[in-house]
C-alpha cells in the first residue's frame, strides 16, 4: 500500500459526497461519472502523482498511464468522492417525478400560521391578545387538518419550516401536522377528530406565552424550580384557550395532555394507560418526535429514524404502541426524500415504503455506483428479492421535507 490509508469500502461520508475505496485496476470504471480525488496520492519519494480534487473524467484519456505510475509506486486502492445525490431542489424533482401526488403542505400556508403562532404569543405576552386571536389561529387548524389529510408522505410535509424559525412557532406547526396525520391515519372515517387534533396541535404550547423567556430558552438543564415553572404550561394554556372560547374538549384535552405518560408519570394529573385520552396519547408522540427532531437552543437534532428507535426503545413506557405503529408506518426507517447509498455503490433517494415493510424502502436512483448520474426513473425496491439494501443515510438530520 501506498501513502493514503487503507480503509473498507464505504467507511465514511463526506460533507459533499461518499467516500468509496476503489481499486486501482477499477478506477477506469469511474471516469464517466463524477467521481474525484478525496486526498493527495504521493509516491514513493513524496512527489504527489494525483492531487485532491482532481475529477478521473478530465484524465480519462490517459487513466491506464495514471494506473500504471500507481502500481509502480505500491498504490493498490485509491479514496473516491462520489456524489451523494444533489441539492434539496434536484432531490425534490427527482421523487416528485417518480410520485407526482407527493406535495408539500402550501408554502404560503405553513409561513402564515407560524406567523400567527408568532403573533398570538406575543400578544398574550404584553396583554392585548384577543379571543377573536385564538379564534383565527383555530381556523388556521383547521385548514391544515384538510390538507394533511391528502398527504401521502408525512415527511414531505414536515421539516420544510426548518429554514425559519426553531421556537415554539414552528414546533406548534409541526405538531399540528404531524397530530392530525396520526388521527387521520388512525381514525379514518371520523375527518372532524382530524380536525380538532389539528386546532390542538396548534394551541398546545399556548401556555408556554406565560413561561418566562430565560426558562423556555435557558440552553443548560432546568433546575428543579425552573422545570416546576415550565410544567404549568399546560394548565396555564387550557386556561388561555377557555378564556379566548375554545370549549370543545376534545382540543383542551391536546393542550392539557400533552406532556402526559401512557405509563404514567407525566404532567400535570400524572395519568396512566387507563385513564389517558386517545387526544394526549396521540399529541404526546407528535409532541416528542418533533421535539427529537429539531433543532433547540440547547441541543441538535435527532435523526427521524435515531428518534424512532428511542421512542419505541428506552422510551417506549411513555407512548401508546398503537400510535406509535402509525408513526412508524407513516415515517419508515428511511422518511421519504432521505438520500440514502445503497449496497451496490448507489444513490438515490427514498420515495416510500411498501405496505408494512419500513425497513426496505422504494429509492428512486439519482448516481450508479460509478458515480455516473441516473438519467431515467429507475425505481429499486430494496430487500431480498432484489439483493440491495440500504448500508446508511447519507444526511445528519432526515426530517427534511419539501
Not at 122 to 130: A, D, E, F, K, L
Not at 265 to 288: F, H, M, N, Q, T
Not at 353 to 382: I, N, S, W
Request: with cysteine; hydrophobic share 40%.
Amino acid at each position: 500500500m501506498g501513502a493514503i490509508e487503507s480503509k473498507r469500502p464505504g467507511d465514511a461520508a463526506g460533507q459533499d459526497g461518499v467516500v468509496r475505496e476503489v481499486a486501482v485496476e477499477e478506477l477506469g470504471q469511474f471516469c464517466e461519472g463524477q467521481a474525484v480525488i478525496a486526498n493527495d496520492i504521493a509516491g514513493a519519494t513524496g512527489s504527489i502523482l494525483i492531487s485532491r480534487g482532481t475529477s478521473l473524467m478530465s484524465v480519462a484519456s490517459s487513466i491506464a498511464g495514471l494506473q500504471k505510475q500507481l502500481r509502480n509506486a505500491n498504490v493498490r486502492s485509491v479514496r473516491l468522492l462520489l456524489p451523494s445525490g444533489g441539492s434539496r431542489d434536484e432531490v425534490e424533482s427527482l421523487v416528485r417525478g417518480i410520485k407526482p401526488g407527493i406535495a408539500p403542505i402550501d408554502a404560503e400556508l405553513a409561513h402564515q400560521t407560524v406567523n400567527q403562532v408568532e403573533d398570538v404569543l406575543g400578544r398574550i405576552q404584553s396583554g392585548n391578545c384577543t379571543p377573536e386571536n385564538v379564534q383565527d389561529l383555530a381556523d388556521r387548524g383547521r385548514v391544515l387538518a384538510k390538507q394533511i389529510a391528502k398527504a401521502p408522505q408525512l415527511m414531505f410535509c414536515l421539516g420544510h419550516v426548518r429554514d425559519w424559525d426553531e421556537y415554539t412557532s414552528v414546533h406548534s406547526l409541526n405538531v399540528s401536522l404531524l397530530s392530525s396525520f396520526l388521527a387521520d391515519r388512525m381514525f379514518p372515517d371520523r375527518p372532524e377528530f382530524a380536525e380538532f387534533m389539528a386546532i390542538g396541535g396548534i394551541l398546545h404550547d399556548l401556555g408556554k406565552a406565560k413561561v418566562p423567556h430565560e426558562v423556555l430558552n435557558k440552553p443548560a438543564k432546568l433546575t428543579d424550580a425552573e422545570f416546576a415553572v415550565m410544567k404549568q404550561h399546560p394548565t396555564l394554556g387550557v386556561q388561555l384557550a377557555v378564556e379566548s372560547g375554545v370549549t370543545d374538549e376534545r382540543t383542551l384535552t391536546v393542550i392539557r395532555g400533552h406532556h402526559e405518560r401512557y405509563g404514567g408519570g407525566g404532567y400535570p394529573d400524572s395519568l396512566d394507560k387507563k385513564d389517558l385520552p386517545i387526544e394526549a396519547r396521540i399529541a404526546a408522540v407528535a409532541d416528542v418526535f418533533d421535539a427529537l427532531t429539531a433543532k433547540r437552543v440547547y441541543k441538535d437534532p435527532m435523526p427521524g429514524r435515531n428518534a424512532i428507535e428511542l421512542m419505541t426503545g428506552a422510551m417506549a413506557a411513555h407512548f401508546d404502541p398503537a400510535v406509535m405503529r402509525v408513526l412508524l408506518l407513516a415515517v419508515g426507517i428511511y422518511p421519504a426524500g432521505t438520500l440514502v447509498e445503497l449496497s451496490d455503490g448507489s444513490v438515490g433517494a427514498v420515495i416510500g415504503t411498501t405496505g408494512t415493510d419500513v425497513v426496505h424502502p422504494q429509492v428512486a436512483l439519482r448516481y450508479d455506483r460509478f458515480g455516473k448520474p441516473v438519467t431515467d426513473k429507475t425505481v429499486v425496491q430494496t430487500g431480498s428479492e432484489s439483493g440491495v439494501l440500504v448500508v446508511r443515510s447519507l444526511q445528519t438530520n432526515d426530517k427534511i421535507g419539501f
